[in-house]
Nanobody, 124 residues
Framework: QVQLVESGGGLVQAGGSLRLSCLQS????????MAWFRRAPGRGREFLAA????????SDADSVRGRFIISRDNAKNTVYLQMDSLKPEDTAVYYC?????????????????WGQGTQVTVSS
């Protein structure tokens, strides 16, 4: 069983930055492509970014391209989401996800495993 635990959320002013972390345990981290999603109040789940097993390939959504960067440290079993130039509309619960295949995440916006989420609030 794979466990995912997000951290790094909080309250930040518009224009600020946050870095989210997601620690994976339970199975070999390098078996999984990893991704970040978010859910804003009253909205559906939104795909943000994904990264393949060795970190050589990433995919990100148009809505965050140029502001959010996904990365991973396989030695630390951790995936990160660096978020810059934050806007009030970025306020949401941010979720980490894992799946065997990057393609599954990118094409279907689904994943086998999910974290519990971390709240990010951006004030204007």
């Amino acid at each position: 069983q794979v466990q995912l635990v997000e951290s790094g959320g909080g309250l930040v002013q518009a224009g600020g930055s946050l870095r989210l972390s997601c620690l994976q345990s339970g199975r070999a981290f390098t078996r999984y492509a990893m991704a970040w999603f978010r859910r804003a109040p009253g909205r559906g789940r939104e795909f943000l970014a994904a990264i393949n097993r060795d970190g050589s390939t990433t995919s990100d959504a148009d809505s965050v391209r140029g502001r959010f960067i996904i990365s991973r440290d396989n030695a630390k079993n951790t995936v990160y989401l660096q978020m810059d130039s934050l806007k009030p509309e970025d306020t949401a619960v941010y979720y980490c996800a894992a799946d065997d295949q990057l393609r599954t995440i990118v094409m279907t916006h689904r994943a086998a495993y999910w974290g519990q989420g971390t709240q990010v609030t951006v004030s204007s």
